[in-house]
C-alpha cells in the first residue's frame, strides 16, 4: 500500500477512470453499471425516498447513478474532491464536444424502468436537476465550510469511501459529516465495493479501502443509521484493473 497513490491527495484521470470501469466494455458492466442501476432504482421507484434536495458525494465523474434519482429530487447537488473530476463531469452536464458517452448506461437505466422513456429524455432529466456542482474537502470538520448547503432529504454516495478512506476510523469519521449534511429521518444511500486493496487509473495504482457488508453495517448502526436495505453481490468483473472481491449496495436512514 505505501506504495499506492491516494484519491484525495493525489487524484486520478477522471476520463480514464469512466473508460476503464463505466464503459460500454463488458467486463464491468455487471458490478459498476447494472447492479448500482438496479437496485437505485428498484429503491426509488418504491417511493419511500423523495424530497427537494438530494446530495452526490461520488468518486470520479460518474452519473449512471443519478438517472433514478432525478424524478424524485427537485435539486441535485453534486459535490466533489478533485477539481478535474468536476471539469470531466461539466463537459457532460454541458453537453460539451467530447463528452463522456453515457448511451449505454442510459439504455440500461430504461430496460431496468420498465418505461418507455427516450434516451435523451433521461438524460436531460438528469442535466436540469443537477444545476449546482462545487468541491467539498474530506478533511475539513464540515465538508463544505465556509459554504453551508441546505439540510439533505437524501444523500448518495458511490464508491467514494472506498476510495478515499484509509482506515476504518476514516470510514466512521466520512458517515459522520455525511450524516451531518442530512436532514433527520433522510436517507444515506451507499454504494461500494467490498474487499479491495487496490485500483488503476492509467498506469496508476490506488489505495483501495478494505471493508465487509458487516463493518458497512456496524459503522452506519453506530452513528446513528438504521439500515433498510442491504444487497452484497460478488464480484463477475475480473482484471487486474481492480482485485474486488463484490459490490455492496446500502439503503439507511438517519434517526439522530
Not at 29 to 42: R, S, V
Request: net charge neutral; aromatic share 10%.
Amino acid at each position: 500500500m505505501a506504495s499506492h497513490k491516494h484519491y484525495c491527495v493525489h487524484g486520478f484521470n477522471s476520463r480514464q477512470h469512466l473508460e476503464h470501469y463505466f464503459s460500454d466494455k463488458p467486463v464491468f458492466e455487471e458490478d459498476f453499471l447494472i447492479f448500482p442501476i438496479e437496485n437505485l432504482t428498484k429503491l426509488f421507484l418504491e417511493g419511500d425516498i423523495k424530497g427537494d434536495v438530494l446530495i452526490d458525494l461520488s468518486a470520479g465523474s460518474m452519473i449512471h447513478h443519478l438517472y433514478a434519482a432525478c424524478e424524485f429530487f427537485k435539486h441535485i447537488i453534486i459535490l466533489k474532491v478533485r477539481d478535474r473530476c468536476i471539469m470531466e463531469l461539466k463537459r457532460w452536464l454541458n453537453t460539451r464536444t467530447g463528452a463522456f458517452e453515457w448511451g449505454h448506461a442510459t439504455k440500461i437505466h430504461i430496460d431496468v424502468e420498465g418505461k418507455s422513456a427516450q434516451l435523451l429524455d433521461k438524460e436531460a432529466k438528469v442535466r436540469e436537476a443537477a444545476q449546482h456542482v462545487a468541491k467539498c474537502d474530506l478533511n475539513k470538520e464540515k465538508i463544505m465550510d465556509p459554504v453551508v448547503l441546505p439540510p439533505a432529504d437524501c444523500i448518495i454516495s458511490v464508491f467514494l469511501l472506498d476510495n478515499s478512506c484509509k482506515d476504518q476510523d476514516d470510514y466512521i469519521r466520512y458517515l459522520r459529516k455525511f450524516s451531518e449534511l442530512l436532514k433527520p429521518g433522510g436517507h444515506l444511500i451507499l454504494v461500494g465495493v467490498v474487499n479491495m486493496t487496490y485500483y488503476t487509473v492509467g498506469r496508476d495504482k490506488f489505495h483501495g479501502f478494505t471493508y465487509d457488508e458487516d463493518f458497512a453495517r456496524k459503522a452506519l448502526v453506530g452513528e446513528g443509521f438504521v439500515i433498510g436495505k442491504c444487497v452484497t453481490k460478488e464480484a463477475t468483473g475480473i482484471s487486474d484493473l481492480v482485485d474486488h472481491k463484490g459490490v455492496i449496495f446500502i439503503a439507511a436512514r438517519k434517526e439522530k
